[in-house]
C-alpha cells in the first residue's frame, strides 16, 4: 500500500443479531484509528448469506454505534462515494471476479449437491473440500470441457470454490502479530459464490475492500485462518499492491481467561455481553445491554479500548479526544483480554461521578416515569441527581438510592434503631421537630448546629442520634449526608417524617 494514501478503515458486519463487546472493540479500534490519522470510517453490512440474515438486526448495529458515539463517514444510512453499502445490493459485481478467477484457473465450478457433500462429511471425519479430495468430486477440475457446458447449459446449481495451490506458503505482515504464514496444503477450497449467485464473506471482503480503498482491515483474530485465502485472492486479482494492512484484534476473553467471552457466559455469570438490549425478533428472548443497564457510553468506549490497548502509562481514563490522540497499533497487545465486570463497573461509577447532574437527567427521568415518578422542579431533581450520583454505579441504581426523595418511607429498617431506642431519645426527637419548626432559614449549617446543640445539651452522642435520623428520612442505613437530605426534603417534609418515625419506633 502507498505510504500517501489517505487512511481509509471499515467495520463489516453480518446482521445476525445482536452486536457484542468485540464487535464494539472493532469498531472503537477502526474509528480511533482513522480519527487519529484523518481518515474515513466506514460501515458496510455483509449480509450476503440471507439464510442467516435477522430482521431489525441492521438498524440495531447502527443504533448502537449512534450510542456509543463512533458514527461512520460512510455507510447504508449516510451513503458516501462508494455506495451501495449492502453487500446484498452489490450483488451483480461480485461474479465477474469470481468468473475470471475461474477462467485464470485459481477457482472452479463444483456441482455437488448438499446430499452428496453431506454423505462425504458421514464417511470422512473432519472432511474438508480440498487438496486431498477435490479431484474425486463433482466439479470442473475432473469434469471434462463438455460436460461442465452441459451442466451450465441446464442451469444446473454450483458454486464457485478457490483453487488453493499445492506446496506453497502464504506469508504476510500483521500489524499486531508481526510475520505470518500459512502452509497452503491445509487449507480448503472454500466457496467464493453460492449457487443463489451471492458472494461468501471470502470474495466479497476482498471485492469491496478494493472497490472501496481500504487500506487497514481491522478484524478479531478468529479470521487469521482465512487470512491466506484472501491474501490469494488479491494476489489472483491482480490488486496485491492495493492490499490493505492487516490488524487482527486479540479475543476479548471470559474473567478466568480460559476462552473467548460468549454471551452464555453473561447469562451464566450475570452480566450482558452486548452493547444494547436485543430482542430475538422469532423468540421475543431479550438479551440484556450495557445501555439499559444504565451504563455510560463515554464509560463503555474508555473500558473497551483498555481491553488490549494501553498507552504505556498508568492513565485508566480518557476521553475519546484523548484515545483519539494517543491511539497507535503498536500499543494493541498480542494476547487476548480478560473481561473483567468489576473494573467495567468501576469505569462506569467513576463517569457517573463526574458527570454534571444536567446530562443525565435525559436517563434518570426515564428511570422516575418507570417509577410514575412525575417531575415538576426541575431545580429538585438536578439537586438530587447531585447528592447520589456519587453513590451509582449504574444509572439503574438511581431509583434505589433515592426513591426516599420523592416518597415518604413506608417501612423502616427497625433492626437498626429499636434495640437502643429509649424515651430519652424519643424526647430528643420531638424536642427537635418542634424546633425544627421554629426555623425561619433552612440550610445545612443552621440544622446541623441546632441538632448538635440539642445533643449535647441532653448529654447524649451522635451515634446514639444520627442513625436514627437518618432511618427516620430515609428509611434504611443509607443514602449521602443525612443534614444535606434533611435539607433539600425540606422543613415541614423533614419534620412530618421525624414525627410519623417515632410512632414507629417507639411501637412494640
Known amino acids: 500500500m502507498s505510504a500517501n494514501k489517505k487512511v481509509r478503515v471499515r467495520f463489516a458486519p453480518s ?61 447504508p444510512q449516510v451513503g458516501g462515494p462508494f455506495a451501495p453499502y449492502r453487500q446484498s445490493e452489490r450483488k451483480a ?11 485464470q484457473g485459481n477457482a472452479y465450478y463444483a456441482f455437488d449437491t448438499p446430499e452428496e457433500l453431506e454423505a462425504q462429511r458421514q464417511k470422512t471425519p473432519n472432511f474438508r473440500y480440498g487438496l486431498d479430495n477435490r479431484q474425486g468430486l463433482q466439479n470442473s477440475l475432473n469434469l471434462s470441457e463438455d460436460d461442465v457446458n452441459a451442466l451450465l447449459e441446464k442451469n ?3 458454486v464457485i470454490r478457490i483453487k ?11 500489524m499486531i502479530r508481526g510475520h505470518v504464514s500459512f502452509d497452503t496444503n491445509l487449507v480448503d477450497d472454500k466457496v467464493l459464490l453460492k449457487a443463489d449467485g451471492m458472494p461468501t464473506y471470502h470474495l466479497a471482503v476482498v471485492v469491496d475492500d478494493y472497490l472501496m480503498k481500504i487500506t487497514h482491515a481491522f478484524r478479531g483474530e478468529e479470521w487469521l485462518p482465512s487470512a491466506p485465502v484472501h491474501i490469494l485472492l488479491w494476489e489472483y486479482l491482480g490488486w496485491k499492491t492495493d492490499m490493505p494492512q492487516w490488524v487482527h484484534l486479540p479475543l476479548i476473553l471470559k474473567p478466568d481467561g480460559n476462552g473467548k467471552l460468549s454471551k452464555r457466559d453473561g447469562d451464566r455469570l450475570g452480566f450482558p455481553v452486548y452493547a444494547m438490549n436485543w430482542t430475538d425478533p422469532k423468540t421475543g428472548d431479550v438479551t440484556k445491554g450495557f445501555r439499559e443497564l444504565g451504563y455510560l457510553p463515554e464509560a463503555f ?14 492513565q485508566e481514563i480518557f476521553s475519546i479526544e484523548q484515545l483519539i490522540e494517543k491511539f497507535s497499533i503498536d500499543r494493541v497487545s498480542k494476547a487476548g483480554a480478560k473481561f473483567d465486570f468489576e473494573k467495567a463497573k468501576w469505569f ?10 444536567a446530562s443525565l437527567k435525559p436517563e434518570i427521568l426515564k ?3 418507570e417509577q410514575d415518578i412525575i417531575i415538576a422542579d426541575d431545580e429538585y431533581l438536578l439537586k438530587v441527581i447531585d447528592m447520589v450520583k456519587e453513590r451509582l454505579t449504574f444509572l439503574q441504581d438511581f431509583w434505589e438510592q433515592s426513591s426516599f426523595f420523592f416518597n415518604t418511607p413506608e417501612a423502616y429498617d427497625l433492626n437498626a434503631v429499636q434495640p437502643k431506642w429509649n424515651d430519652s431519645k424519643t424526647e430528643f426527637f420531638k424536642i427537635l421537630s418542634s424546633e425544627f419548626a421554629a426555623f425561619n432559614t433552612w440550610e445545612v449549617p443552621e440544622i446541623e448546629a441546632d441538632f448538635k446543640r440539642l445533643m449535647g445539651s441532653n448529654s447524649l452522642k451522635p451515634g446514639d442520634l444520627l442513625l436514627p435520623l437518618r432511618v427516620m428520612l430515609v428509611g434504611g442505613k443509607f443514602g449521602p449526608g443525612v443534614f444535606d437530605i434533611a435539607a433539600l426534603l425540606g422543613k415541614e417534609e423533614t419534620i412530618k417524617r421525624i414525627q410519623k418515625a417515632i410512632i414507629a419506633f417507639t411501637e412494640k
Open 93 to 103: 459485481s461480485y461474479r465477474q471476479y469470481a468468473e475470471q478467477l475461474v477462467q
Open 301 to 314: 468506549i474508555n473500558m473497551l479500548a483498555l481491553l488490549g490497548w494501553n498507552d504505556g502509562t498508568e
Open 15 to 75: 446482521p445476525t443479531g445482536g452486536l457484542h463487546l468485540g464487535g464494539v472493540r472493532t469498531v472503537l479500534f477502526n474509528y480511533l484509528f482513522a480519527r487519529h490519522h484523518q481518515g474515513d470510517f466506514v460501515l458496510r453490512i455483509e449480509d450476503t448469506d440471507q439464510n442467516r440474515f435477522v430482521e431489525g438486526a441492521e438498524q440495531y448495529i447502527v443504533d448502537c454505534l449512534k450510542w456509543c458515539g463512533l458514527n461512520p463517514d460512510e455507510s
Open 348 to 357: 462506569n461509577h467513576e463517569y457517573i461521578k463526574k458527570s454534571e447532574a
Open 156 to 158: 444446473t446449481p454450483y
Open 367 to 369: 428511570l422516575l416515569k
Open 164 to 174: 488453493m495451490p499445492v506446496d506453497e506458503t502464504v506469508n504476510f505482515e500483521d
